[in-house]
């Protein structure tokens, strides 16, 4: 990995019922003048610049594992590892290399690319066929990749089906990209493919008219006691006590503590608010009313805490209020994904001050400017956050520390929801 090369997010690779199959890292270059820089301006998503084999290879000091967790881990393979005779050094089992198309079945580079595909199957690395599209011939090849992955706005829904049929029978699964919203992923369901990848999972998809169910409606109400600027601590602790297993999670989240420090031992939920402050103590308990004992996806919950601590972060730099309150509009500016309805009848609940309540519904003001840079970001729109002048190397290095942060949590909090 070069000096200016920076991990910046991962995208997830999922099925129909939106479950996470694996991720794709992402990596943007702050390079003056480098492509990352020249896409950045364009305002082209970051999922143009995906991480390669050859920098996972070379920088394992990453520990890519506290990126994709248990899940599959994609990535480009580099051009020395398809025309050489470099030896991956992560585990086969959850590695995925995507390999071109045009490199497996071109004239010029079929030689050498095919041997390399074949050598990198017998050690036990998954392979996927990336910007695929159907052709007499492919079949070929077919049986050695596990994946092949279309661009929908490359192939129309004719050649898309034609590939899916074409794939089905080497057992090759179909990854459909990209797939952003709702409506992305009902146009290609009908169509067979097996996987999608984009930004679906974060994306709100609100029912017009849909109310909040009895147990929503329960947790936001204790969600505006907890919000309530005239809440006290003593309040607080009481509420925190009467459900063990909140207080279990709270406790475990305090533990954690900032990215790159050592786990602290944490043994009461006085201690938690001690270490933690318990403003932000109140967010992170309105986090967890709204994640439904485990019934919400780690993945929203993780981009959740991702969001909120990127605001923490870089609320200093551009002068925005304080870090709590950056760091409580993040949290609530992803209700509309966790509870499925319109993020203003979501906040018309909360007693929220009127800063807080315009940053989170119109980004106005310091804090909601910020709030926009964040999540275009988030999103992989680099080229469009720049409300608040932040340097891409800012925002980078808070995603990057926010990433790491907000998957150890969302992780621990799922493994006391089991206890």
Same mark, same amino acid.
């Given at each position: 990995m070069s000096g200016g090369d920076i991990l910046v997010g991962r995208q997830p690779i999922f099925d129909g019922d939106r479950s996470v199959h694996g991720y794709e890292l992402v990596l943007v270059s702050e390079h003056p003048g480098g492509e990352g820089a020249d896409a =950045?301006?364009? !305002?082209?998503? =970051?999922?143009? @610049? /995906?991480?390669?084999s050859a920098v996972v290879f070379g920088s394992l000091e990453l520990g890519v594992e506290r990126f994709v967790g248990d899940r599959l881990m994609f990535c480009d393979a580099s051009e020395d590892l398809l025309h050489g005779e470099t030896s991956p050094l992560v585990p086969p089992a959850q590695t995925v290399l995507e390999v071109p198309t045009a490199a497996v079945f071109g004239s010029g580079t079929a030689s050498t690319v095919g041997p390399a595909c074949h050598r990198l199957a017998r050690q036990g690395y998954g392979l996927a066929l990336d910007g695929f599209r159907w052709f007499d011939g492919a079949e070929e090849m077919l049986p050695l990749f596990r994946y092949a992955k279309v661009d929908r706005r490359e192939l129309g829904d004719g050649e898309l089906a034609e590939v899916v049929r074409g794939c089905r029978p080497f057992g090759t699964?179909?990854?459909v990209h990209p797939v952003d919203g709702p409506d992305d992923l009902r146009a290609c369901e009908g169509l067979g493919a097996d996987l999608y990848q984009g930004n679906l999972l974060l994306t709100p998809d609100p029912v017009e008219g849909r109310v909040l169910d009895p147990g929503q409606m329960a947790s936001l109400r204790l969600a =505006?006691? #907890? #919000?309530?600027?005239?809440? !006290?601590? %003593?309040? /607080?602790? %009481?509420?925190?006590r009467t459900d063990p297993t909140l207080s279990l999670q709270l406790m475990r989240m305090a533990a954690i503590g900032p990215p790159g420090r050592l786990r602290r031992t944490v043994s009461t939920v006085r201690e938690a608010l001690v270490l933690v402050g318990w403003r932000r103590l109140q967010s992170w308990m309105s986090l967890l009313l709204f994640s439904g004992g485990g019934e919400l996806s780690a993945e929203v919950l993780t981009a959740a805490l991702v969001r909120a601590r990127m605001c923490e972060?870089? $609320?200093?730099?551009?002068? +925005? &209020? +304080? *870090?709590?309150? *950056? @760091?409580? $509009?993040g949290m609530l500016s992803i209700?509309?994904?966790?509870? !499925?309805?319109p993020l203003r009848d979501v906040v018309q609940h909360l007693p929220l001050a009127e800063d807080m309540r315009q940053a989170?519904?119109?980004? %106005?003001g310091p804090v909601g400017q910020l709030l926009a840079d964040v999540i275009d970001y988030q999103l992989g729109s680099t080229g469009t956050a720049r409300r608040c002048g932040l340097e891409p &190397? %800012?925002?980078? /290095? =808070?995603?990057?520390? *926010?990433? *790491?942060? !907000?998957i150890e949590v969302a992780t621990g909090l799922d493994a006391s929801a089991m206890v």
């Amino acid at each position: 990995m070069s000096g200016g090369d920076i991990l910046v997010g991962r995208q997830p690779i999922f099925d129909g019922d939106r479950s996470v199959h694996g991720y794709e890292l992402v990596l943007v270059s702050e390079h003056p003048g480098g492509e990352g820089a020249d896409a =950045a301006e364009e !305002g082209t998503p =970051a999922d143009r @610049f /995906l991480l390669t084999s050859a920098v996972v290879f070379g920088s394992l000091e990453l520990g890519v594992e506290r990126f994709v967790g248990d899940r599959l881990m994609f990535c480009d393979a580099s051009e020395d590892l398809l025309h050489g005779e470099t030896s991956p050094l992560v585990p086969p089992a959850q590695t995925v290399l995507e390999v071109p198309t045009a490199a497996v079945f071109g004239s010029g580079t079929a030689s050498t690319v095919g041997p390399a595909c074949h050598r990198l199957a017998r050690q036990g690395y998954g392979l996927a066929l990336d910007g695929f599209r159907w052709f007499d011939g492919a079949e070929e090849m077919l049986p050695l990749f596990r994946y092949a992955k279309v661009d929908r706005r490359e192939l129309g829904d004719g050649e898309l089906a034609e590939v899916v049929r074409g794939c089905r029978p080497f057992g090759t699964r179909v990854i459909v990209h990209p797939v952003d919203g709702p409506d992305d992923l009902r146009a290609c369901e009908g169509l067979g493919a097996d996987l999608y990848q984009g930004n679906l999972l974060l994306t709100p998809d609100p029912v017009e008219g849909r109310v909040l169910d009895p147990g929503q409606m329960a947790s936001l109400r204790l969600a =505006a006691r #907890l #919000l309530d600027p005239d809440t !006290g601590i %003593a309040e /607080l602790e %009481a509420i925190v006590r009467t459900d063990p297993t909140l207080s279990l999670q709270l406790m475990r989240m305090a533990a954690i503590g900032p990215p790159g420090r050592l786990r602290r031992t944490v043994s009461t939920v006085r201690e938690a608010l001690v270490l933690v402050g318990w403003r932000r103590l109140q967010s992170w308990m309105s986090l967890l009313l709204f994640s439904g004992g485990g019934e919400l996806s780690a993945e929203v919950l993780t981009a959740a805490l991702v969001r909120a601590r990127m605001c923490e972060l870089l $609320a200093p730099r551009v002068r +925005s &209020g +304080s *870090a709590e309150m *950056a @760091f409580t $509009a993040g949290m609530l500016s992803i209700l509309d994904v966790m509870l !499925g309805v319109p993020l203003r009848d979501v906040v018309q609940h909360l007693p929220l001050a009127e800063d807080m309540r315009q940053a989170v519904l119109e980004h %106005a003001g310091p804090v909601g400017q910020l709030l926009a840079d964040v999540i275009d970001y988030q999103l992989g729109s680099t080229g469009t956050a720049r409300r608040c002048g932040l340097e891409p &190397g %800012a925002l980078q /290095l =808070a995603c990057f520390d *926010a990433l *790491a942060w !907000g998957i150890e949590v969302a992780t621990g909090l799922d493994a006391s929801a089991m206890v």
